[in-house]
């Protein structure tokens, strides 16, 4: 007997091998946050990636919510994920310093108040029905391809210094198995504004997989490279933390990485990443 593929359990298992990875990917920031608890301070790590990452995660569970029927899968990993993210930025703003803690709020009233309300509010006032659902759900896919963009700078990185220091290749290997997944997820339901997007984060995650193999065995360089070093520098001229810097940038990366891909999974996962 022939299988098909947009059966609904291929569209189960996908979506529930697509909440473990995505699981998974939501808990890569962990040692990031053992570290924080440890010395406490945050240390000038970032809280971009877990604002975006938790923005994400709203506006697909807004989509799931809007969409109703198949939802189930997406609706559970987007409140897992909203759950995680507000964790990690409640944890974030007890550490941060005063600055942090005041941009880390503009973030979040930007995206989670100013941005998403905009949304929900525009889309039940202007538009019905499946038409609401469809705006809602190119929404998400642009907003998945954007975040999925986001390891372009790391890519450019590594070709740059020809090392992969900065690019830990397990996460960019299951941020591919999860953009795969999520594709499949929503390629099984014919939900395109799922599947879209997770076909750029799976071409990303081959791409990073492939310089890891080309550039591997590269000599560590002791600088960062001036646009990662430009971007510490804006985002935090007045730490003053020099010790570990490389180790941070490391752990910022694979943080936009979760977020990315989650969302676009939505996850982006992770990040959004999205799903």
């Known amino acids: 007997m022939a299988w098909n593929i947009h ?15 995505s699981f998974l990917v939501y808990l890569a920031p962990l040692p990031t946050f053992y570290r924080i608890l440890k010395k406490k301070s945050t240390e000038g790590f970032q809280s971009i990636p877990y604002s975006v990452a938790l923005f994400s995660a709203m506006l697909l569970l807004y989509y799931a919510f809007l969409k ?9 990993i987007n409140t897992i994920g909203c759950c ?41 006032a202007s538009f019905h029905g ?21 390891p372009l700078s790391i890519i450019r990185s590594v070709i740059k210094t ?16 999860c953009a795969v997944t999520w594709f499949l997820y929503g390629f099984s339901l014919r939900d395109f504004y799922i599947a879209t997007p997770n076909i750029l984060g799976f071409s990303f995650g081959v791409t990073q997989m492939i310089l890891y193999v080309m550039y591997r065995g590269g000599t560590k360089e002791s600088v960062l490279p001036e646009s990662i070093s430009k971007l510490q520098l804006e985002q935090f001229p ?18 936009y990485g979760v977020g990315g891909t989650i969302s676009s999974n939505s996850q982006i996962v992770p990040t959004e990443l999205n799903v």
């Open 162 to 177: 020809k090392s992969v220091e900065y690019m830990p290749f397990p996460l960019s290997f299951f941020l591919t198995l």
């Open 7 to 21: 059966d609904h359990c291929f569209s189960f298992a996908f979506g529930l091998l697509g909440n473990i990875l």
């Open 68 to 76: 109703k029927h198949d939802a189930s899968m997406l609706i559970t």
């Open 130 to 150: 499946s038409l609401r659902v469809s705006i809602v759900g190119w929404i998400c896919a642009i907003f998945s391809v954007c975040v999925f963009a986001a």
């Open 84 to 124: 995680i993210e507000s964790i990690y930025l409640f944890l974030y703003m007890i550490y941060a310093t005063k600055s942090a803690r005041i941009y880390t709020t503009k973030l979040l009233v930007f995206f989670n108040i100013g941005a998403l309300g905009l949304v929900i509010l525009v889309t039940l």
């Open 238 to 255: 007045n730490t003053g933390v020099q010790q570990s810097s490389i180790v941070r940038v490391q752990e910022d990366a694979m943080n």
